[in-house]
């Protein structure tokens, strides 16, 4: 199943000896794959996170140098570009998710804001030839399906993790296209999951599918948002890995392009669910399977991707389903 999706994804490998790549947030969830796919492909990667590598064993790759800096931090980050001199830097470090941004703004802003600015700025001072920014579908707020990526946004996002990448986009452009700067791409990524994916462990924000296998595995009922009936476009971690790398080598890209990284498929709470107990959705029981919880404030009610310029800029295309993906995350349970 995955194995075999996951053959066919890795058919085209990339050569990328001797490029020097740095990868903001690369212990993180996403940024940790990004990381490993550029190792396998023989770049010289550089991380940058707040985390140190050895406390997340489980993230780090021996092939990769790691520097623990806070990327607000515009002089410490100076002296580490300095050092490294990337050709490409992959920007995936951030203030993650949007209901802990509603009591934590400032540090919300300071991150994805002053940190995607010092990125931009020192890529210009240092040369560096792309900037894949890691924006987020949360900029499309409640918009008419599918989304695509040159629909009209509301004036207000739904919350400060929204406008921060928003303004993280313009950022791109800004700082990029219309002064001169590096070239940029912007991945709106849909709902990720997969291996290493936050669970319960981090907090009631963590990843929905994360927090079901948890308790799906501890035998207790899945908490679901009223009224179960939200939908999601889910994404694959290593088809978002994929489509970074594809971003940072396009020739057809580099103008602080807004591409959409989604499956085009989307889901309910109770088909995510069912999916993992096994069961069909009409069969999950109240109390047993799943128990009622308080609403989440201010998130879009459905999202669904356009990934039509992803593939024609990027050549990308998703190949994990989401049944195959929680197949194979059930199995390492």
């Known amino acids: 199943m995955l194995a075999d999706t996951l053959k066919k994804e890795e058919s085209d490998m990339y050569d990328l000896n001797g490029k020097r790549i740095m990868v903001t947030g690369g212990l993180g969830f996403i940024g940790s794959r990004v990381v490993d796919k550029l190792v396998e492909y023989g770049a010289i990667v550089k991380v940058v996170d707040v985390k140190h590598p050895n406390d997340y064993a489980a993230f780090h790759n021996d092939k990769a140098s790691y520097f623990v800096m806070d990327i607000a931090h515009l002089e410490q980050m100076r002296e580490i570009f300095a050092a490294t001199r990337p050709d490409f830097v992959i920007h995936c470090a951030a203030f993650a998710r949007m209901q802990p941004s509603f009591e934590q703004p400032d540090e919300c802003f300071l991150s994805n804001v002053v940190g995607a600015r010092n990125i931009l700025l020192l890529s210009k001072e240092f040369g560096v030839k792309r900037v894949v920014y890691s924006a987020s579908s949360s900029a499309y707020g409640e918009a008419e399906l599918p989304l695509t990526e040159d629909m009209k946004l509301a004036p207000r996002a739904l919350n400060p993790y929204a406008s921060s990448k928003r303004i993280g986009e313009m950022l791109c452009y800004d700082m990029g296209v219309l002064t001169g700067g590096p070239e940029t791409v912007c991945l709106r990524y849909f709902n990720v999951y997969g291996p290493r994916q936050p669970d319960t462990a981090e907090g009631p924000y963590a990843t929905v599918i994360g927090i079901f296998l948890d308790q799906y595995k501890a035998g207790v009922p899945m908490t679901v948002v009223p009224d179960g009936l939200s939908r999601r476009d889910y994404t694959h971690v290593y088809d978002v890995a994929s489509a970074n790398i594809e971003a940072m080598l396009s020739p057809k890209v580099g103008k602080a392009e807004i591409i959409n990284v989604g499956c085009g498929k989307n889901y309910s709470i109770f088909e995510v669910a069912a999916l993992i ?57």
């Open 277 to 333: 107990h096994g069961k069909p959705k009409e069969a999950l029981v109240e109390g047993k399977d799943f128990v009622f919880i308080a609403p989440r404030k201010d998130e879009a009610k459905e999202t669904l991707a356009s990934w039509e310029r992803a593939r024609k800029l990027l050549g990308w295309r998703p190949f994990v389903t989401l049944e195959d993906g929680i197949a194979n995350l059930k199995k390492h349970l």
